[in-house]
């Protein structure tokens, strides 16, 4: 029964985990492409 409750909160952190990921390279590129902008300008 316990086993089935940690594989779901494990599962559930490591989604959340890879959304996180996938979220701030977003942010790190769009920071870079403003940053670049930035010095164009």
Excluded: D, P, T
Excluded at 22 to 30: A, D
Aim: aromatic share 18%; proline share 0%; net charge positive.
């Amino acid at each position: 029964m316990w086993i089935e409750i940690v594989s779901a909160n494990l599962r559930k952190f490591f989604v959340n985990y890879f959304i996180y990921q996938e979220e701030s390279n977003k942010g790190n590129l769009f920071h870079e492409k403003c940053g670049k902008e930035k010095i164009q300008l």
